[in-house]
């Protein structure tokens, strides 16, 4: 069984920062590619970025220069470091992340339940 848990949430000022994290726990062999996804009331799910395991990352063009994304592979914690942040960034915040359980079998995607972020003033 695994579990990926995403805490640092919160309601921030607009132009604020906040740190999200993911951590993935429970049977695992290795992590590959872990993701960042948000959704807004009312709008469609949105990748927000993605790591890989050699630390290969990559961002949607509506965060690009104010988010960071990091990990840290001997926790199987996967950090969204998120700056200047704007009021349409507020949205609910979802890792993912595929799981190898052995070295023989192939990679599960698994999911946290999310972690609300508010950019208000």
């Known amino acids: 069984q695994v579990q990926l848990v995403e805490s640092g949430g919160g309601l921030v000022q607009p132009g604020g920062s906040l740190r999200l994290s993911c951590a993935a726990s429970g049977n695992i062999f290795r992590v590959n590619w872990m993701r960042w996804y948000r959704q807004a009331p009312g709008k469609q799910r949105e990748l927000v970025g993605a790591i890989s395991n050699s630390d290969r990352t990559n961002y949607a063009d509506s965060v690009k220069g104010r988010f960071t994304i990091s990990r840290d592979m001997a926790k199987n914690t996967m950090y969204l470091q998120m700056a200047s942040l704007k009021p349409e960034d507020t949205a609910v915040y979802s890792c993912?992340?595929?799981?190898?359980?052995?070295?023989?079998?192939?990679?599960?995607?698994?999911w946290g339940r999310g972690t609300q972020v508010t950019v208000s003033s």
């Open positions: 993912n992340a595929e799981v190898l359980i052995t070295s023989a079998t192939i990679p599960i995607n698994y």
